[in-house]
């Protein structure tokens, strides 16, 4: 009974939010802008902002002429005072926690700040916006009569210098009200594990005998936490664990690869699956449609959006524009201002927007991991999808993947070297490697053209992976855990030779996740 009034307070409550979502949709350029000048004041009497003078900025042209694009090593040196204690740098109020983010391009560890109001008026009103942007779509949902599993690459907290670190994942967790600890699940003491294989069987145990209604995390590690709770309660699928389960929501990875594994995994054609676009530095998209692989734009988060083009992005030629100017179907590197304390930071991701009104957007990649070593210019988006048909028509699946470029030598093409680890194999790896080809050159003119004749790229090389390679190669470095991902594409082959020498390793020791399970 008491769930079922939270249920409905709840639903009432975050309803409420769609008719100020429905504002800046019909506002966007007017809400951006202020949403400019509005950080701008805040940050006038710190150290950046007396720097560049932000109280005379007017306009866009005055901040984007002023204030000069930076990507992290630009601003490392300030973040690193601001751990050690200093105050009033890059934001008005104290800086206290720092995401620590290694991501997978730079083995140096990035410290993102996160202030007061990003946590409140980023990523705690983003988590309630994705919660009504599902129950506004799904009036019958019964979301809120169960628990809400949670699978991040939470690790403790660490304090130095006044200043506490951590992943991004256990800073929210800590702060979060104590309400919240009522609708998740596991507590917040497994959450906050530091061990990942230890924890991902205490979440087990713990949340195996609960009533879990949503799902939420990354889609590789939320795969294999289901797996393991199959074995560990011996039910043949998801639904036979949670019956009432109805929806998951996802980040962190494309989940194209996953889609079709997922369907196996939780039978029931009225499971809904809900993506999310959130990191370190904020969070910037919601899916808000059901049945959809496109996101909102959240354009009242305290962020401020601009876009690089990639035709021009690391030339001379390169220039930020903002949100008003963008074109439909072309590809963004994305660049952020942010209520951190972010001025003009470029991300790393890139964006295609499928609609400007509103503004939606699909995630691209990265914009270091493509390979454009031949002219090519190959993107994630083009693997995923490329890999998504292959797979249909070979009736196979994959877990993960990564591709590196075969460099050119004497008179032979140079061409694109793949690892895939299979859920299911193809029957014919020969063919599905022709008819990975085939899709890659329907969905990138580049690579159609560098493919013409084998003249300046071969034919793809498969290399099938042998089970748990890339699990290894994560734990050989380190990297366990919901925010750790594969390096998919990359312009040197330093990722790939690194995680294929470990191609013929014994798993002596190790227990597959089954058994310890």
């Known amino acids: 009974m008491a769930l079922t009034i939270i249920h409905s307070i709840a639903s009432w409550f975050l309803r409420k939010r769609i008719d100020q979502i429905e504002e800046f949709i019909k506002r966007p350029h007017e809400v951006q802008e202020n949403v400019c000048a509005k950080l701008l004041e805040a940050a006038q009497s710190t150290e950046m ?54 991501g997978t391009t730079n083995a140096k560890s990035k410290f993102i700040p996160v202030s007061e109001e990003a946590l409140q008026h980023c990523h705690y009103k983003a988590g309630k916006d994705m919660l009504c942007l599902y129950l506004n779509n799904n009036p019958d949902s019964n979301l809120f009569t169960g628990k809400s ?100 929501f996802h980040g962190g990875v494309s989940f194209v690869p996953y889609r079709e594994q997922y369907k196996q995994l939780i039978p029931s054609d009225s499971f809904r699956y809900y993506e999310t676009y959130n990191a370190s ?24 959006y601009e876009f690089i083009p990639m035709d021009s992005f690391g030339t001379p030629s390169q220039k930020a524009i903002p949100l008003w100017e963008v074109e439909i179907g072309k590809n963004y590197a994305m660049v952020i201002t942010t209520n951190a304390g972010l001025w003009r930071y470029q991300i790393g991701d890139t964006v295609r927007f499928t609609s400007t009104s509103p503004y939606r957007i699909k995630i691209t990649g990265r914009t270091k991991h493509h390979i454009n070593v031949f002219g ?29 470029p075969i ?69 050989e470095n380190g990297k366990l855990g919901g925010q750790h991902k594969i390096p998919r594409l990359s312009n040197t082959r330093d990722y790939f030779e690194a995680i294929w020498k470990l191609k013929d390793h014994n798993e002596i020791g190790r227990a597959s996740c089954r058994e310890r399970v």
């Not at 042209?61 to 751990?83: G, K, L, V």
């Not at 061990?195 to 590789?220: D, Q």
């Open 407 to 475: 460099f050119m030598q004497g008179n032979k093409s140079g061409g694109h070297e793949w690892i895939i680890e299979f859920e299911t194999a193809p029957e014919d790896i020969e063919a599905f490697t022709r008819t990975l080809d085939t899709e890659l050159k329907a969905l990138n003119s580049d690579y159609e053209a560098k493919r013409y004749n084998d003249m300046t790229l071969a034919m793809p090389k498969i290399h099938i992976a042998r089970k748990n390679l890339f699990h290894d190669w994560l734990k």
């Open 49 to 102: 902002g007396k720097q560049y003078d932000f109280i005379s900025i007017r306009n866009y042209e005055d901040f984007a002429s002023r204030i000069p694009i930076s990507i992290y090593e630009d601003i490392e040196p300030m973040i690193e005072r601001a751990r050690r204690g200093e105050q009033n740098l890059f934001w008005r109020t104290p800086i206290k926690w720092f995401a620590k983010s290694s």
């Open 376 to 404: 090519e210019e190959l993107i994630i988006e083009n693997t995923e999808e490329a890999l998504k048909k292959a797979c249909h028509e070979h009736h196979c699946s994959v877990i993960e993947y990564t591709v590196a």
């Open 281 to 304: 530095e904020g969070f910037f998209a919601i899916q808000d449609r059901n049945n959809s692989d496109e996101m909102l734009l959240m354009l009242d988060y305290g962020i401020f």
């Open 149 to 248: 599993l949670r699978l991040g690459g939470s690790k403790e907290l660490y304090e130095e210098n006044g200043t506490i670190f951590g992943d991004l994942s256990a800073i929210l967790i800590d702060n979060l009200p104590f309400w919240a600890e009522f609708s998740c699940t596991p507590s917040t003491k497994v959450s906050l594990m530091s061990e990942w294989e230890a924890k991902m069987k205490a979440i087990i145990a713990e949340s195996s005998r609960e009533n879990v209604t949503s799902l939420v995390g990354v889609p590789s590690w939320m795969m294999v936490l289901l797996r393991q709770a199959l074995a560990y309660t011996g039910k043949e699928n998801v639904l036979e664990i949670w019956k009432n389960l109805e929806v998951y």
